[in-house]
C-alpha cells in the first residue's frame, strides 16, 4: 500500500503540460491491454483499456496508443493535474485471454 | 453505491496464525481475483475464480486458500504456511475474465 512505488522509474512533470506513460510488453501474441492509476493506499482505478485490432483510443483527457510493431503501449494525460500524481501501470492480457500479467508501473508527479 | 468493498483496512498475523481478509462484491460480476502487491514489483495472482463454486491457483498460491460459495463474496484466507506473508492484497472483479478488473481499495498484511 503506503510502500507501493520503491524503485520505480519517475516521470515528473508540470502542471498543465501533457505526460505520456511508457509501457513495453512481453509478448507479441497479447490481444488486450489496460492501464490503471494506483494513489499511495489505495487499490487500482481502472483508466482505459484498448484491443490490439486498435492503434490509438481516446478518453476523457487521456489517449492510449498501440504499437504492436515494438511492442510498446504509451498512455498520454492531456493538461496534468495535481491529481492525476500517482503509480500508473499497464496490464496485457497473454495466452488467448488466459494470463494477465502486470507491470510494476511508473510514479507521475506533477509539480504545481 | 456499486463496488468492491475489502476489510480490514490494516490486519496484523501472529506467527502460526490464520488470517482471513474478506472481499465483497454488488456488481454482479461472475469473475474474482486476489492479487498481492509488494513494494515495486507488478500484481501477481493469488486464487481466481470465474463462477461460484469454482476456484482455481494463481502464481503464488501456496500458503493461501479460497472459497466463493456466492457470487458476491471471495474470502482469502492466509495459513501459517505463508512464511512472508506481509503485503498489500487487493481483490478485484469483473464482467469478463482478464478484462476490465475493477479493484477493491487493499487489505494491508503485516506480521506480528
Known amino acids: 500500500g503506503e510502500s507501493v512505488g520503491l524503485h520505480l522509474p519517475t516521470l515528473s512533470v508540470q502542471e498543465g503540460d501533457n505526460s505520456i506513460i511508457n509501457c513495453a510488453y512481453s509478448?507479441?501474441?497479447?490481444?488486450?491491454f489496460i492501464w490503471y492509476k494506483q494513489e499511495s493506499g489505495k487499490g487500482p482505478q481502472f483508466i482505459i483499456d484498448i484491443r490490439s485490432n486498435m492503434d490509438k483510443r481516446q478518453g476523457q483527457r487521456v489517449t492510449v496508443l498501440l504499437n504492436k510493431t515494438v511492442k510498446h503501449l504509451s498512455l498520454q494525460i492531456a493538461a496534468t493535474q495535481p491529481g492525476d500524481s500517482a503509480v500508473y501501470f499497464c496490464?496485457?492480457?497473454?495466452?488467448?485471454?488466459?494470463?494477465?500479467?502486470f507491470g510494476a508501473g511508473t510514479i507521475l508527479r506533477v509539480k504545481s | 453505491d456499486g463496488g468492491i468493498t475489502q476489510s480490514p483496512k490494516y490486519l496484523f498475523r501472529k506467527e502460526g496464525q490464520n488470517v482471513t481478509l474478506s472481499c465483497e462484491q454488488n456488481l454482479n460480476h461472475d469473475a474474482m481475483y486476489w492479487y498481492r502487491q509488494d513494494p515495486g514489483q507488478g500484481l501477481r495472482l493469488i486464487y481466481y475464480s470465474q463462477i461460484v463454486n469454482d476456484f482455481q491457483k494463481g502464481d503464488i498460491a501456496e500458503g493461501y486458500s479460497v472459497s466463493r460459495e456466492k457470487k458476491e463474496s471471495f474470502p482469502l484466507t492466509v495459513t501459517s504456511a505463508q512464511k512472508n506473508p506481509t503485503a498489500f492484497y487487493l481483490c478485484a472483479s469483473s464482467i469478463r475474465f482478464n478484462e476490465k478488473l475493477f479493484f477493491g481499495s487493499g487489505t494491508q498484511l503485516s506480521v506480528l
Open positions: 509478448n507479441s501474441a497479447s490481444d488486450y
Open positions: 496490464a496485457e492480457n497473454m495466452e488467448y485471454g488466459n494470463k494477465l500479467v
